[in-house]
């Protein structure tokens, strides 16, 4: 049975079954920081499942894209050595909130599985959590199943959770017993073994917690059903492979590997069909990843996507030179591009990133991987990679831990783990990076601010909440600093790019200066060092700093301007990949494959401006999801909304975005926009830094002003400032030919005087001379001139821009009289002269020089001479 099938019955069971179809998230969760990528179908549902959102359905199904390398679940070492681990894998989940709960999702995969797809039931087995006899009793007394195919597990296989925090609960577990054939052969090996007998196909969990970051579990208000089911392993069972690289999903890529590696997949080693594997998930991994936004970093999720490039072509080196992967991406685009037309929409920008980012590291590469083997021969009795060792090569070439841990691995060596820790801490702090302290403060959810900042930008309201220390308080004493909260606040808090507003309070007549602002919960707090005691329900008038605000507002309807007007010239590839709006610039980065010629960034300007005089209103309404997509509403790729309530900003017929972002009233109050730098982030990444209003003003007033000044200094009209600049450069290079002409024929007319004055010392000819306005340059012509003429001990300094140029040279035959080296240290220290060079020449400079150095030096040589 073919994926597109099983998708389709998948869904289509679901559906029959009262379940809304809902489509895969990005891979790039932007809205929960505590998520790496997206690593289970219900992470698009976590605010669901916790209460905290509401949605028009209480049943889901979906296919979720996923990625497990990085974070809490991370499959990346087992990649290619396991017949089912991946990196990136799509989950078939059916999701309850509130609605079913352990009866109907046992029953309902068990259905699935059984009568749907026919697999026979006498293979699989299930697992439990060690004390949910519940569901031990379903699958025993309602299901049938045997007591011996239940298996009893702990906390470790059978308790889910999605990070260190957040929704989770004891699950239920559906196995594949694949044969003994397949497994380790030990005793011990019952389901939960390691090894590829016992496979799970089918989690379900049941949602009941929410986890703390002190690990405490807080019953959810309302249970929940999260099942998940990789469709690569459901495909190996439903086709009869063994691994799930033989699959219909893989097998393009293998088939493409084969091809241009000119080799037969089946016929090859254990581990060179591992390499295979490794090239096949990493780019299918690779592609879904840049299609949703991400690109090489040295940090973050950008840094995982480099490992795992990075780890694909060490792992092509087995099977081919030069590297195929990114030749690759037309086969995973061709295959997955019907499902996911992300991938071809991004084509260009997913090869033209993993070609730049192959051919980048292509030197260190090679270069890396013979220092490793280098290595690999030193320590052949300890068998291991030093920390020092395995930090050079990340420190250096560019070697991710996980990929230097692999090639280890591959020949029976480990590396110190905790040394190299230790390196990369000297590093961090030598370097002075210090890792972010982040204040982690958690309020009752009852606590909530209404921002009122679209509208006002100043209010009186009463203290809610008082927190010092993290901890809740009654009351703040004077001197202390703290947040206090708000019932009501006009400051915006940073979100969407755009910085929080700077302003004041005033309570009990006093004014005092806000210190940060931040989201806690669903409050706004305020920090401040307050004077005297506030407490809770004091008055307080909250006052936005009108200035930084509105022109932080221009910024913000500019940056919708600017990305309507990319689009508009240069087509839909043009994405949001980040932004900054602040009141003094606007930054817009965004996905496109060259950079942008001139006559288009002047193009992009016109377009805005011509906008901003057109004086359009913005409309500003809310809606739900679905209908603003609809509409052609731009939704930032990968950004989480509330489906049922969404803000829209519409500039009538040329833009539309959703966005929670303050905003002018009309496009004219912008005054006028200028862009001031263009510039490539990554392949495939710009970035557009932007001025609008009285920072657009202030530039061309500033640069008017240069010019001005310039005419007037050239005595030219401004037209003429650049020609006349170009001409000016012209006749100064004639001019500095002439000069140079002449200075030579002058000193070539001082060569005969300047040999006369060749003296002796300690029996070597010695001149000493001392110049003026000569370069480094100049000195070496002229000492080559004079050596032609006698073979001598030269020292000659000229004084050249408020410093020095010397050079010292000494025939062949005296070498071993003087030694140069010695005289460049007594220089240094003596003259503070620097200069190197060989045993029979020195040259470099310093401080300019006076009338007494010759008597130096010609001493030191008096007494240095062997
Ligand atoms: N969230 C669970 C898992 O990832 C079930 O979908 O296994």
Not at 289 to 313: F, H, M, Q, T, W
Not at 554 to 580: M, P, R, Y
Not at 772 to 792: C, F, G, H, R, T
Request: hydrophobic share 40%; aromatic share 10%.
């Amino acid at each position: 049975m073919e994926s597109i099938v099983i998708r389709k019955k998948f869904f289509d069971f679901f559906i029959n079954r009262g379940h809304e179809k809902v489509s895969s998230s990005s891979l790039i969760p932007v809205q929960d920081p505590t998520l790496l990528f997206t690593n289970a179908g219900m992470n698009q549902f976590k605010d669901v499942f916790l209460g905290i959102e509401k949605r028009t359905y209480s049943k889901a199904v979906s296919i979720q894209k996923c990625m497990r390398a990085g974070g809490k679940h991370n499959d990346l070492d087992n990649v290619g050595f396991t017949s089912r681990h991946l990196t990136f894998f799509e989950m078939m989940g059916n999701f309850s909130f509130g609605d079913y709960f352990k009866n109907e999702a046992i029953e309902y995969a068990w259905e699935f599985l059984t009568q749907n797809l026919l697999i026979d039931s006498k293979v699989l087995l299930v697992t439990v959590f060690d004390d949910d006899d519940e569901s031990f009793n379903i699958w025993h007394k309602i299901i049938g199943l045997k007591t011996e195919k239940i298996y009893k597990l702990g906390a470790a296989e059978n308790f889910w959770q999605m990070g260190d925090t957040g929704p989770c609960g004891p699950c239920t577990e559906i196995l594949v017993d694949r044969g003994v054939n397949y497994g380790c052969g030990k005793q011990t090996c019952t389901p939960g073994c390691p090894c590829d007998r016992f496979m799970e196909i089918w989690n379900n969990v049941f949602m009941q917690y929410d986890r703390q970051a002190n690990g405490e579990l807080i019953p959810l208000k309302q249970t929940g059903v999260d099942t998940g089911m990789g469709i690569e392993r459901l495909c190996m069972i439903m086709q009869n492979k063994d691994s799930v690289f033989e699959t219909d999903l893989f097998d393009p890529i293998i088939k493409k590997i084969e091809e241009l590696t000119n080799t037969t997949y089946a016929k090859q080693s254990e581990r060179t069909k591992a390499a295979f594997h490794v090239i096949a998930d990493h780019i299918r991994a690779s592609c879904f990843l840049i299609a949703d936004g991400c690109s090489p970093a040295n940090e973050g999720r950008g840094y995982v996507l480099r490992k795992i490039i990075r780890r694909a072509a060490l792992f092509e080196q087995k099977l081919i030179e030069k590297s195929m992967f990114s030749e690759l991406a037309s086969t995973v685009i061709n295959k997955m591009g019907p499902i996911y037309p992300e991938l071809i929409i991004n084509e260009q920008i997913i090869k033209s990133i993993l070609k730049s980012e192959i051919d980048k590291f292509a030197s260190n590469l090679i270069r890396g991987r013979n220092i490793l083997e280098q290595y690999l021969e030193e320590n052949k009795n300890t068998r291991i990679i030093t920390g020092l060792q395995a930090f050079k090569l990340y420190d250096t070439f560019g070697f991710p831990l996980e990929i230097i841990e692999a090639a280890a691995k591959e020949q029976g060596y480990n590396v110190d783990i905790i040394d190299f820790e230790t390196q990369m801490n000297k590093q961090k702090e030598s370097s002075g990076k210090k890792m972010k302290n982040l204040e982690e403060i958690k309020i009752d959810e009852s606590i909530i601010t209404e921002f009122i900042g679209y509208k006002e930008l100043k209010n009186k309201s009463e203290v809610i909440a008082i927190i010092r220390d993290n901890s809740i308080e009654s009351k703040i004493s004077g001197g202390q600093t703290g947040w206090i909260i708000t019932k009501q606040s006009p400051f915006f808090v940073e979100t969407g790019g755009q910085v929080s507003d700077k302003g004041w309070i005033e309570i009990k007549g006093q004014i005092i200066e806000i210190l940060d602002l931040k989201k806690i919960g669903k409050a706004i707090g305020i920090k401040i060092k307050v004077p005297f005691q506030i407490n809770i329900s004091d008055e307080v008038i909250s006052i936005v700093d009108s200035e930084f605000r509105i022109n932080t507002m221009k910024n913000h309807t500019a940056t919708h301007l600017l990305q309507a007007a990319l689009i508009e010239l240069l087509g839909k590839q043009v994405k949001q990949s980040g932004s900054v709006v602040t009141p003094d610039y606007l930054r817009f980065d965004f996905t496109y494959h060259r950079n942008l010629t001139l006559e288009e960034i002047q193009q992009v300007e016109n377009i805005v401006n011509r906008k901003i005089t057109e004086n359009i209103p913005l409309n500003i309404y809310y809606t739900n999801y679905k209908d603003a997509v609809n509409k052609g509403v731009i939704a930032i790729f990968g950004e989480k909304y509330n489906p049922d309530n969404v803000r829209v900003i519409d500039i009538a017929g040329f833009s539309a975005e959703l966005c929670g972002g303050t905003h002018v009233f009309r496009t004219g109050d912008i005054g006028s926009f200028k862009i001031t730098e263009v510039s490539a982030l990554s392949a495939g990444n710009r970035r557009i830094v932007a001025l609008t209003g009285p920072k657009s003003l202030e530039l061309f007033q500033n640069n008017f002003n240069i010019v001005k000044h310039l005419s007037q200094e050239f005595k030219i009209k401004s037209e003429q400032v650049i020609d006349s600049i170009k001409k000016q450069k012209d006749q100064i290079k004639e001019l500095q030919i002439k000069i140079n002409k002449a200075k030579k024929q002058f000193w070539l007319s001082q060569i005969p005087k300047w040999s006369q004055k060749i003296e002796e010392v300690n029996k070597i000819p010695f001149l000493f001379l001392g110049l003026e306005d000569y370069d480094n340059a100049d000195l070496k012509e002229i000492v080559m001139e004079l050596n032609d003429k006698k073979s001598a001990l030269y020292f000659i300094i000229s004084n050249f821009e408020n410093a020095s140029n010397f050079i010292c040279i000494i025939p062949e035959e005296f070498k071993n009289k003087i030694s140069l080296k010695a005289f460049n240290d007594w220089l240094k220290k003596e003259c503070n002269l620097h200069g190197g060079g060989k045993d029979n020449i020195i040259q470099g400079g310093g401080q300019s020089f006076d009338a007494s150095l010759e008597e130096k030096i010609k001493n030191w040589f008096k007494t240095n001479t062997k």
